[in-house]
């Protein structure tokens, strides 16, 4: 069930407003209470785009990316090197209109609009929470559209569904890393020092020609996914997969053409 966030509301309202009924129930039993928080990305995203407005795209795009972030140019690239070829000057803003969250809120992603002094388009931006609970963003892919895309009514935030909870063996560790002991959340960071467990569900294999670049991403807790190929022509495909009724979802899929196939 999707979950709407009026635009004007003010933002402990918006808090609240994301979480909604639903969430604000007791988890099944053996399930995962959800750890996160939509409106974190939404902050993050409105954030990051005034940053842009006051101190400059470059300086804004540098300051909030991860180590390893990455755009489209229309090829995959460090976001370092894609400054260098659009660092022009040139003003640019966005609003973000829906947020996507994994169960544990290590990763999510944000999908809105943009504009600049000559053109427009939409965006979708994935975030990854770093080891003091902050948001960083690690890869941006949008394009230009014919007309401005318009705001929506309501903003949407949707927080994938947690994963079952497994009785814990021994000295309380989950078979397979299906969750942490109860009460305890896992430090964010960059996941590296801890195996990862399985996703929550299978994801469709990848299905793209030869010579194409393909990468897959995911939460750590195994509830949010995403997927971004660029095609040997230069366009670019982006899905994203919520861990939602039992079964990863797609909750955004994009395609860019190579012309405009560009973070």
Request: net charge positive.
């Given at each position: 069930m999707k979950r709407l966030i009026p635009l004007a509301i003010p933002a402990l309202l918006l808090v609240l407003a994301v979480a909604g009924p639903a969430d604000a129930q007791r988890p099944p039993r053996g399930m995962m209470r959800p750890l996160a928080n939509p409106s974190a990305l939404i902050a993050a995203d409105i954030a990051f785009s005034r940053l842009a407005q006051d101190k400059g795209k470059a300086k804004a795009f540098a300051e909030t990316a991860t180590k390893e972030a990455e755009m489209f140019g229309p090829q995959r690239v460090p976001v370092a090197e894609w400054l260098k070829r659009n660092d022009d000057g040139a003003a640019l803003k966005w609003q973000p209109h829906g947020a996507w969250i994994s169960c544990d809120g290590s990763a999510g992603v944000t999908r809105g609009a943009w504009q600049s002094n000559t053109a427009s388009g939409w965006y979708t931006t994935i975030w990854q929470q770093q080891k003091k609970g902050d948001y960083k963003w690690s890869l941006d892919q949008g394009s230009a559209t014919a007309k401005p895309v318009e705001a929506p009514d309501f903003l949407e935030g949707r927080i994938a569904d947690c994963p079952a909870r497994s009785a814990p063996p021994g000295a309380g560790a989950m078979p397979?890393?299906?969750?942490?002991?109860?009460?305890?959340?896992?430090?964010?960071?960059?996941?590296?020092?801890?195996?990862?467990?399985?996703?929550?569900?299978?994801?469709?294999?990848?299905?793209?020609p030869a010579g194409a670049d393909a990468k897959d991403g995911r939460s750590r807790d195994g509830t949010l996914a995403w997927r971004s190929v660029v095609l040997p022509d230069g366009a670019c495909d982006f899905t994203v997969w919520l861990w939602k009724d039992g079964a990863m979802t797609p909750v955004i899929q994009t395609h860019a053409d190579a012309a405009k196939a560009a973070g």
């Amino acid at each position: 069930m999707k979950r709407l966030i009026p635009l004007a509301i003010p933002a402990l309202l918006l808090v609240l407003a994301v979480a909604g009924p639903a969430d604000a129930q007791r988890p099944p039993r053996g399930m995962m209470r959800p750890l996160a928080n939509p409106s974190a990305l939404i902050a993050a995203d409105i954030a990051f785009s005034r940053l842009a407005q006051d101190k400059g795209k470059a300086k804004a795009f540098a300051e909030t990316a991860t180590k390893e972030a990455e755009m489209f140019g229309p090829q995959r690239v460090p976001v370092a090197e894609w400054l260098k070829r659009n660092d022009d000057g040139a003003a640019l803003k966005w609003q973000p209109h829906g947020a996507w969250i994994s169960c544990d809120g290590s990763a999510g992603v944000t999908r809105g609009a943009w504009q600049s002094n000559t053109a427009s388009g939409w965006y979708t931006t994935i975030w990854q929470q770093q080891k003091k609970g902050d948001y960083k963003w690690s890869l941006d892919q949008g394009s230009a559209t014919a007309k401005p895309v318009e705001a929506p009514d309501f903003l949407e935030g949707r927080i994938a569904d947690c994963p079952a909870r497994s009785a814990p063996p021994g000295a309380g560790a989950m078979p397979g890393g299906e969750g942490p002991p109860r009460g305890k959340r896992p430090p964010p960071g960059d996941g590296k020092d801890v195996p990862l467990p399985p996703l929550a569900g299978p994801i469709p294999a990848l299905s793209a020609p030869a010579g194409a670049d393909a990468k897959d991403g995911r939460s750590r807790d195994g509830t949010l996914a995403w997927r971004s190929v660029v095609l040997p022509d230069g366009a670019c495909d982006f899905t994203v997969w919520l861990w939602k009724d039992g079964a990863m979802t797609p909750v955004i899929q994009t395609h860019a053409d190579a012309a405009k196939a560009a973070g």
